[in-house]
């Protein structure tokens, strides 16, 4: 995998993926931001996020879940101090569909927590400590 991240004045960025997918970095406004993209940590929740649904999504679909849509809301806690790393993140997924098995959806969360999911593993090995929940959303 590669990517390039080239600057664009001030403290905005934009990166280009390997397939060919941009995405705009920007500071915050008291570092000279002007708030033209999202912020590099903020990326890494969206990572983490987008690794552990794929895995979800597909974990519960393997198993012949009529599963409608997944969200997961991440948040995560930083260090005071200078590199202001992440230290905790939490995971709370929504699975929303019709007549979800708890016991899939539970197998689902934790085989991407424990086995799948590169991105929060990498995190979790490094340190990190990774809390996840689930809802289940039942569909008419």
Known sequence: MKAQVKWGGNVHFVATTGTGHTIAMDGPEEKGGQNLGARPMELMLVAVG???SYDVVGILQKSRQDVE???VFVEGERADAV???YTKMHLKFVVSGRNLKESQVKKAVSLSAEKYCSASIMLQEA???M???YEIVELD
């Open 50 to 52: 987008g690794c552990s």
């Open 69 to 71: 849509s997944c969200e």
């Open 83 to 85: 590199p202001a790393v």
């Open 127 to 129: 340190g990190v400590e």
């Open 131 to 133: 809390t996840h929940s």
